[in-house]
């Protein structure tokens, strides 16, 4: 009864001796065996007839002759021990059986020492766990691309926004210059007439001076009186220079005034042939008022470089490298920019000796919402924006800094041909 | 239920010198298959919680951990933990070849945990005339959170380090045992003692 239990048995059972000869094998082995070796494998060496696995079934069985005591292998390290294959011979899904083997040691009066391989058909677990596996990989991998989307859309959202409030800025801007050009026009008008009028004023109070001693006494006691108790002298010398750097500034008001006009307000969107040193020479001038460390200078080459792009994008770009670069020179320093052009591509080139930016940070700069400004000073989209809008050119941005030496941004444009060569130049007339 | 009361200084001391004994069958037994001599240190017994256990298996991230549960006359589990260095070399006095791809690493890591638990557990089941089996090891990863979710809150344990000359290679078994097993070992023990 027994033995044909063990025969019967769904898992496998090899047992070999001491010199690894079959001493029995049930049916789950006989029936998957060739036929030639089914009638005889009594007594024959179990690596001769299961050659695949022979070194490791040998290291194994020896082990559990040594230490007397079970030992496992497992599907997952070791799937396929005997060639055998799953069932379903006929209609299909046939592969090679997933095995979990374990040797456990034994003993008989007729043979000894003995070594019984159990070997259980792990093939439906294995093939489960492995299209988990795969499903779980291909989930993972979806989960990876969902989340570069995700940010791809956070950096889109964060730069839509940007453009939103310099659009709105710029708007802001436009409208604040034409209210402050009409008051501009009529002080500045007032002010040449009051000069004028400053000029007569004095004109006539020299001449009373100067023929006060030809009049009387009295008149010319009064008149010296006067001139003096009004510091005359003092008056005639300091109110030309007041009112010759009241018109200076007044003038500056205007220039400002007029830059802010040009570089805020973008009207015409799209590709347009920029006078590229006006542009630039116009920004340096808007961001040397409010940053007034730096001395600033440009080196363009040849004069009135021109560059075909969308004029909004790279004077912005620019203008926020700049102002970076500003910002990072705290006392004397300079910001430089070298513009240069040949045959495939424009290339600019931001450098100031400012305090320079950790290595450590240089990987995110061009981070959306990256900042190293104390909370509520920066946004973090300066540099992530002019990045954006050099990669709309297929231009390329990169950076070399120093901490306490200071910042190299190079930038290059290829070169694009307006498609229409009549396009508008878009200068600072 | 506490570990450590059930446990006198007589019991504690015989448990010592049993594990002791099966603890050298063990490293003479793996000595023997990979022909290495093998250091063991002397085995600790406590009483631990499971946070207490946790920090005794997880002391190094240079290693792989294994579990084994046996069942029989006593029950409970057995873990090990297997040093990264030195597992190579080890792995060539297994008969692999280098270069170990990664199942030759996992394969050799289960085999070192079942050939010592099982050698120790055989030595310790033998002295006690008791009847154990040992089931097959897994890989695992011990994670705090899984610990401090046990339902027990002591459990004894058996701890021994080996240490295989020639190369940096260690390797930690920690016996843990549940609470009737505990039981049926001290009246063992108290058999023995007389």
Known sequence: MFEQLVGKLPVGICVVNEQYEVV???????????????????????????????????????????????????????????????SRPITGEETQMFQNMEIVPLSS??????????????????????????????LKREHEEQLKLIKKLDSAQSQLIQAEKMASTGQLAAGIAHEINNPIGFVSANLDTLRQYGEHLISIGEKLASHSPDADTTTHKLIQQLLEAHHFDLLREDMPPLIAESCEGLTRVRDIVENLKRFALEESSGWQLLNLEDAINQMLELVAIQYKNPVYKAQIEPKGLKLFCEPGGIKQALMNIVINAAQSVTGEGFVKIIAKQDDTATYIKVLDNGSGIDARHIKKIFDPFFTTKPEGLGQGLGLSVAYTAIEKHNGRISVNSKLGKGTVFDISLPLQQPEDSDELVVTSA | MNGVTTLTEDQRDALQELMNISMGQAANSLAHLIETKIGISIPKISSVTPPELFGMINRSDNAFYTRQSFLGDIQGEVMSVVSRDGLSEVANLLEYEAPLSQSDIEETILELSNILAGACLAGLSSQLELATNLNMPTLFSPKKASFVELNWQHSLVMEVQFDIELSSFSMRVVFCLDRVSLEKLTATIDELLG
């Open chain 1, 24 to 86: 029995f094998l049930n049916d789950f082995f006989v029936d998957r065996m060739d036929a030639n070796l089914r009638k005889d494998y009594q007594d024959k060496n179990v690596t001769d007839i299961f050659p695949a696995q022979a070194k490791f079934l040998r290291r194994r069985i020896k082990s559990v002759f040594v230490l007397q005591h079970p030992s496992f292998s497992y599907w997952e390290q070791r799937p396929h021990i005997f060639p055998f294959n799953s």
């Open chain 1, 109 to 138: 009066s007729t043979h000894g020492k003995l070594a019984c391989i159990f070997l259980q058909d792990v093939t439906a677990q294995a093939s489960y766990y492995i299209a988990q596996q795969e499903l779980s990989k291909a």
